[in-house]
């Protein structure tokens, strides 16, 4: 739309020297209103809520930037963190992506520098709408140099700007590593391209630092890792090697590796594991190709070259065969899980649960595609049928670029991130085509004679003219088709259309920003019958009582997902977090949850848990709950333990999962089933208990807890905090301590007792 | 490939040297086995070799035959590096690698340097002056410099 008001602008203006300048003010003044809009399109929540943190990893990093800022950056690179992973602890310095903490941090200290108090809080919640606004820029810059067309890449620049695939991961206090990551990662493609146009080792120097500053924030920066050499794989094939292939590419590589170990976590990785072997292998065939190409031009006979040619293949099939024993002996790390997942759909439902756990690495649903990108998905087929059109080099990068990228985000929901990009560059190539053909009010050139032919008809003009001469005029198929919109009509009704489509495209996303993607999940919003917005705030209440009512050192037991919040919020030392480096840790609290209390309460000792938190919304029908969440913890548990813990324990002979009377034995008995519906009877009239989220009918008879006491519970039940029961004073066992306060008769005391022993001292 | 092979098929006409002259009268004559014969011929491809070598004498500038001189010893510095890693073992893994990708680095660098300052390349990289490219290649070997010095422990 923006467009439109720069073509609106008048003639004067638009020609000539002045022309330029107009345009070139216009389309700064068109980018900072995209920058404006994109940032603001991200506040919904912080208007509707508060400036806050949202949802888990997010409250790690706020606390990790937080230690940063307090302790300095030496402190937080050797930051040993004894108050996660209890009694564990993690090396949380070697295994962060330290990125975005320290991104932060500068922000933070230029702000005070310049007498600009402003609290970290607020610098991470409004980081990430920031760098949207960026990264509305750089895919201007991209999508300028893939195409002439000078509104293609402002419409790329709106189109991203607003776009809901990307705003999922970039509202106001959505701070995760995403946020600044894919700034970066369209940076550094458009960088790498302005490297491979130029063959420029300064292009080519940037590409590796931007590329080395994504390895420090995301790490999907293997995407980038894989792409480049794809790219430059894919061009040499194509017999399009070039000098300034080979110097953008070895430059990139050489740089860019060095850059990328400096990232402890990172550290040997790019030249150990076979993520990255592709680079190092497209790497070493370059300098093949390089020498060959460079030999070729002092060779005398053609018979010399053919066989060079072999040569190079044979080193180069001996190299993946190297590569491939390498990798076979364990010299090499062979890939990792998370990159099997990718190409085996089922592969991490079988051996990772803890990856399949996790809701946003589930395979995409085809209407998402339709609901994150709206009218981009069907104009991205046309945008890159475009670059086949008209193919160079960096039109093979967009080719490559979205088919990958398409393949990935249907095999992962988060992974739609990394295609949003070029959807946005593709479909505004596309759109802003329509708009350079069908926008221009004047008629194209009456190519009656054929002297004074069109723009179109340039290529042709000679040849047929000769025709002209030398066929006459009846022949039909001779005359020149006439290609042109005359009509302004035609004009008028299809410009007309695209623009209700942007409008739609506008509303859609708006819609979709302030409704789907603005919740901040740690406080939830709900409607009264009245209309208004009922906050519930369960969460931070029930973390607020544990920083205020629990001693500092308080172990609490929770599963993973709560981890970082209880870290960030509560500020209590965990067992397990989001983080998820120690399958086994989690294991152990997946099957402290799903065992009996006889077999928990061992476990919670040894680990010195001192309370313990769930997450239930069967009184509110939150469904985000641990019931729900329950069958993961039992699968993960099985997979360290698969005698003690069993799946189908917890399901009925019919293969359901159910919490009513019918539910197992096991599941009634386990911990996770007793701590939910502790006392949950008491809410209701007797026998009318009722679970909103599972919509069934909770037995008369509640569970009792013999080793745990209920510490606290939030407002509408959504947190419920236990506190680990000490060690009887009397010696006896928890179980029977409660049947004594009941006041119930020991059964069969005195078979108990055993038979009598004669002690020998 | 395909203009390439093009114009190597024009290339015998013009004459360079000796050798292209009795290559390409013996390819005329039975392209396919004629050339695996003078592949056999050791004193054939001697004479090849000679020949390139001559070519390169000839028709280099002095400044790129610096820049080879350069580039050679850095493929030495890092194949010393390689055995050493290989005999010695490599302990200090981080010294190893910042030593070896710097002479690697480098030589990259180089190469590019030479590709670009490369009269035959002009076309390709159009705008790019001599002068450009060797302010390029400081920046990128400060890059460069700047990471192995950092990595080095």
């Known amino acids: 739309m923006a467009v439109e008001e720069a073509g609106s602008a008048t003639k004067f203006f638009l020609e000539g020297e002045s022309g330029r300048n107009t345009r070139g003010l216009l389309r700064v003044i068109i980018l900072v209103t995209i920058a404006a809009a994109a940032v603001a399109s991200r506040l919904f929540s912080v208007i509707r809520f508060e400036s806050i943190i949202h949802e888990f990893d997010p409250w790690f990093n706020f606390r990790a930037t937080k230690y940063l800022v307090n302790n300095g950056f030496y402190n937080f690179w050797d930051w040993f963190d004894d108050r996660t992973w209890h009694p564990l602890g993690r090396v949380t310095g070697g295994t962060l992506y330290p990125g975005l903490m320290v991104t932060s941090g500068i922000i933070y200290h230029v702000l005070r520098f310049l007498a600009l108090p402003v609290d970290i809080r607020n610098i991470c919640v409004l980081l990430a709408p920031a760098f949207s606004g960026l990264t509305a820029f750089a895919t201007y810059l991209l999508t300028s140099e893939m195409t002439t067309s000078p509104s293609a890449g402002l419409l790329a620049a709106a189109f991203m700007g607003i776009t809901p695939g990307y705003i999922s991961r970039s509202v106001a206090g959505s701070y995760d590593n995403e946020a600044i990551a894919i700034f970066l990662l369209v940076f550094t493609f458009y960088l790498w391209i302005k490297a491979v146009k130029e063959g420029s080792i300064m292009w080519a120097g940037f590409c590796a630092l931007f590329y080395g500053y994504m390895v420090s924030a995301w790490g999907g920066y293997v995407f980038i890792t894989n792409l480049l050499p794809l790219h430059a794989f894919v061009l040499i094939c194509m017999g399009r090697f070039s000098p300034r292939l080979y110097v953008s590419y070895t430059t990139w590589y050489a740089l860019g590796t060095l850059a990328s170990m400096q990232v402890p976590f990172v550290g040997f990785l790019p030249i150990k594991s076979s993520d990255h072997m592709s680079a190092l292998g497209v790497f070493g065939l370059l300098q093949l190709v390089g020498f060959t190409e460079y030999v070729r031009t002092q060779l005398p006979s053609k018979q010399f070259q053919t066989l060079l040619r072999g040569l190079v293949l044979v080193v180069f099939a001996a190299a993946f065969g190297f590569l491939v024993l390498l990798t076979v002996s364990g010299t090499i790390a062979p890939w990792s899980g998370r990159f099997y997942s990718l190409w085996d759909t089922a592969y991490a439902k079988v051996h990772i649960p803890i990856i399949a756990s996790v809701s946003e690495h589930q395979p995409t649903a085809w209407p998402a595609f339709f609901f994150d990108l709206n009218l981009l998905i069907w104009l991205f087929p046309a945008g890159v049928y475009m670059c086949f059109r008209n193919l160079k080099d960096e039109q093979v990068f967009i080719v490559i670029y979205s088919v990958l990228a398409s393949y990935f985000a249907g095999v992962m929901v988060r992974l739609m991130l990394t295609l949003t990009p070029i959807v946005c560059v593709a479909a505004a190539m596309a759109f802003s085509h329509i708009l350079d053909t069908f926008l221009v009010a004047e008629k194209p050139a009456e190519p009656a004679q054929h002297q004074a032919n069109g723009p179109r008809a340039n290529g042709s003009a000679n040849l047929s003219e000769k025709l002209a001469a030398a066929v006459p005029d009846t022949l039909r198929s001779t005359t020149k088709p006439i290609v042109g919109i005359y009509s302004y009509l035609s004009k008028a009704t299809t410009t007309g259309a695209l623009t209700v489509y942007l409008l739609l495209f506008v509303l859609h996303c708006t819609w979709v920003t302030s409704n789907a993607y603005s919740s901040p999940s740690v406080v939830l919003a709900s409607r009264l019958p009245d209309g208004s917005q009922h906050i519930i705030d369960d969460y931070r209440e029930a973390y607020y009582w544990l920083r205020q009512n629990t001693h500092q050192t308080a172990k609490v037991m929770s599963w993973w997902d709560y981890g970082y919040q209880i870290g960030g919020m509560a500020d209590r030392p965990t067992l397990v977090d989001n983080n998820t480096w120690n399958n086994t840790h989690i294991a152990t609290v997946g099957k402290a949850m799903s065992s009996r209390e006889e077999v928990s309460y061992p476990i919670m000792r040894q680990h010195e848990v001192d309370y313990v938190l769930v997450v239930f919304g069967g009184l509110l029908g939150y469904s985000g709950d641990d019931i729900n969440k329950f069958l993961w913890m039992v699968r993960i548990a099985e997979g360290i333990w698969p005698d003690e813990v069993k799946e189908r324990d917890f399901f009925t002979a019919r293969g359901e999962y159910r919490i009513d009377d019918e539910a197992t034995p096991t599941m009634r008995n386990s911990l996770m089933y007793k701590m939910s519906y502790y006392n949950y009877n008491s809410l209701f009239p007797a026998g009318q208990a009722t679970d909103r989220v599972r919509g069934s009918r909770l037995p008369a008879q509640g569970p009792e807890l013999s080793t745990l006491e209920e510490a606290f519970t939030s407002e509408n039940w959504i947190i419920r905090i236990y506190k680990v029961k000490d060690l009887d004073n009397l010696g006896r066992s928890h179980q029977e301590a409660l049947a004594f306060e009941k006041g119930n008769k020991r059964k069969k005391s005195g078979k108990r007792r055993g038979a009598r022993v004669l002690r020998v001292d | ?153």
């Open chain 2, 1 to 153: 490939m395909a203009p390439k092979k093009t114009s190597a098929t024009q290339q015998p006409s013009t004459p360079k040297s000796t050798t292209t002259t009795t290559t390409s009268s013996t390819t005329t004559s039975k392209p396919t086995s004629s050339s695996t014969a003078s592949i056999r011929n050791p004193q054939d491809a001697q004479q090849i070799a000679l020949g390139v070598y001559n070519n390169y004498i000839d028709a280099t500038p002095q400044r790129t035959k610096l820049l080879d001189a350069f580039m050679v010893f850095l493929m030495t510095v890092g194949l010393l590096q390689f055995v050493y890693c290989v005999i010695a073992g490599n302990y200090p893994f981080n010294a190893f690698l910042s030593g070896f990708s710097a002479t690697v680095g480098q030589f990259v660098l180089t190469a590019s340097l030479r590709m670009q300052t490369n009269r035959e390349n002009e076309k390709e990289f159009e705008g790019l002056s001599h002068e450009r490219a060797f302010a390029d290649y400081v920046f990128g070997s400060m890059i460069l410099h700047f990471f192995c010095v950092n990595f080095i422990n």
